[in-house]
């Protein structure tokens, strides 16, 4: 949430691009946590023990938007447009069997949050 002070840091005249910086950069983290993911998956190390990782990118992308959408939601007005377009992607066709899919990883990230008062 660091960037949750910058971002406070620049309101007023570039609310906008603060937006576009916020929305940018949440997409580049999932992106890079696939790839950091595939990375480990398929170093020789994991290559040496046998390992089999079958991660999709739209899967990572689906439960990073997911998590950050349940984070995010506790400040609503300051993260309004983030928000909408988090829920769009979660929501899309080629997503909404996700929701199921995921339903205990869900439920396991929120029973850890709820422990940590977030």
């Not at 999709?56 to 959408?69: I, M, R, T, Y």
């Not at 993260?79 to 990883?105: C, I, T």
């Amino acid at each position: 949430m660091k960037m949750d002070a910058y971002i406070r840091d620049w309101d007023g005249k570039k609310r906008r691009v603060t937006d576009k910086l916020v929305k940018d950069t949440t997409r580049q983290m999932f992106c890079y946590c696939f790839s950091a993911m595939r990375s480990k998956a398929l170093n020789r190390i994991a290559k040496a023990n046998n390992s089999l990782v079958r991660v999709q990118k739209s899967d990572v992308l689906w439960l990073g938007a997911h998590a950050f959408h349940k984070v995010l939601s506790r400040r609503p007005q300051r993260y309004r447009s983030l928000l909408r377009a988090l829920a769009f992607d979660m929501e899309r066709g080629k997503n909404y069997n996700r929701r199921k899919k995921f339903q205990k990883v869900i439920k396991a990230g929120f029973s850890c949050l709820e422990r940590i008062d977030v």
